[in-house]
C-alpha cells in the first residue's frame, strides 16, 4: 500500500492533471520489463529451493566449516543468506528460509533473540536487487555481485564486532556434523551455483566473444540471452532434479507448495511492480537529468 501511495505521488510531479495517463503508462512500461519476470521466476526458485531441501543442505555445509568459531552460527547466517541472496533477491523469503535454521542455532549458542532476529533481518538484504528500469539489469548483474561480495565482508565484520561485544562462546561440538559428513549428504546441492556460472561464462568473457564470432549465432544470438532470466530457470532446474525425492507425490502437495509461491509472488510482485513503475514515473518528469545537473553542481 505505501509503494502504491509512493508511485502516485511520483505521477503527481507530472502534473495533478496528468496522474492518471502518468500512472498507467508507467505502470504497463514495468509489467512489460524483463526485471520484472525475473523477479517472479526468483521468487517461484526460492520457494522450490526451499521446498527441495537445497538451502537447509548449504547451511549444514557452512556449520560444519564455521560452526567452531565463536558465534559460529551468525556468521552462517550471513555466509547462507549471501548465498540465498547470489540467486534471489526475495528478502522475505531468506529471513523465513535461513533463519528458520540459523536463528535456534544462535539462541543456543548465547546470542538473545532481538539480536538474532535483528542480525538476520540484516543478512537477508544480501538479495540481487530490483533496479530501475531504465537500466539493463543484465548486464549489471556482475557489478551487483561484486557489490554484494563487498557487503558481506561487512556483515561478517559486524558479526565479530557482536560476537565480542556479547561474549559468544563457541556452540558445543555434537551439534557441529564433520566437514566431511556434511559434504557426502548435501554436497550435490552445490550443483545450483551451476545455474550463475553457466550463464556468466556463456554470456560474458571468451565463451562470448566466441560465439559471437559464430556465422550461426553471432553478437546478436549473444545479446539475446538474458542473464537474469537464465539464471532462475537454470536454478529451478537444477533444483527440481536435484531435490526430486523431497518434491510433493500428490496433487493437494503440488497445490499447497505453488499457492506457497504464489503467495510470495505477490507479496514481492506488487511492491517491485510499483517501485519500477514509480522509477518509470519519476523519468517522464526529467527527473534523472535535474538530478545529475544538481549533483554535478
Not at 44 to 51: A, G, W
Not at 95 to 111: C, K, L
Amino acid at each position: 500500500e505505501a509503494m502504491l501511495l509512493g508511485l502516485l505521488v511520483c505521477c503527481a510531479f507530472s502534473g495533478i492533471q496528468n496522474i492518471p495517463t502518468t500512472f498507467v503508462t508507467s505502470l504497463k512500461d514495468a509489467m512489460t520489463e524483463d526485471v520484472m519476470a525475473a523477479i517472479m521466476l526468483f521468487t517461484i526458485m526460492s520457494s522450490i529451493m526451499t521446498q527441495t531441501g537445497i538451502i537447509t543442505r548449504l547451511v549444514n555445509i557452512l556449520n560444519a566449516i564455521l560452526g567452531r568459531l565463536r558465534g559460529g552460527p551468525a556468521y552462517v547466517s550471513a555466509c547462507a543468506s549471501a548465498l540465498f541472496g547470489m540467486v534471489s533477491g526475495a528478502s522475505s523469503a531468506n529471513a523465513a528460509t535461513v533463519g528458520s535454521i540459523t536463528i535456534p542455532w544462535m539462541r543456543e549458542s548465547g546470542w538473545s533473540k532481538e539480536v538474532a532476529a535483528t542480525m538476520n533481518t540484516g543478512n537477508a538484504g544480501l538479495g540481487l536487487p530490483a533496479v530501475a528500469g531504465v537500466v539493463e539489469a543484465g548486464d549489471l548483474y556482475f557489478a551487483l555481485l561484486c557489490g554484494g561480495l563487498w557487503t558481506l565482508v561487512y556483515r561478517l565484520i559486524l558479526v565479530r564486532c557482536y560476537v565480542h561485544k556479547y561474549k559468544i562462546p563457541p556452540i558445543s561440538k555434537e551439534n557441529i556434523e564433520p566437514l566431511g559428513t556434511a559434504l557426502k549428504q548435501g554436497g550435490s546441492s552445490l550443483a545450483m551455483f551451476l545455474g550463475i556460472i553457466i550463464p556468466l561464462v556463456v554470456i560474458t568473457g571468451p565463451v562470448a566473444t566466441l560465439l559471437e564470432g559464430l556465422a550461426s549465432f553471432g553478437e546478436d544470438g549473444v545479446d539475446a540471452m538474458n542473464i537474469i532470466i537464465w539464471v532462475p530457470v537454470l536454478i529451478m532446474l537444477i533444483c527440481l532434479i536435484e531435490g526430486r525425492k523431497l518434491l510433493p507425490k500428490t496433487l493437494d502437495g503440488w497445490a499447497k507448495m505453488l499457492l506457497a509461491s504464489a503467495k510470495q509472488c505477490c507479496n514481492c510482485g506488487a511492491v517491485s511492480l510499483f517501485a519500477m513503475a514509480s522509477s518509470n514515473a519519476l523519468n517522464q518528469t526529467s527527473f534523472g537529468e535535474d538530478m545529475t545537473t544538481i549533483l554535478s553542481a
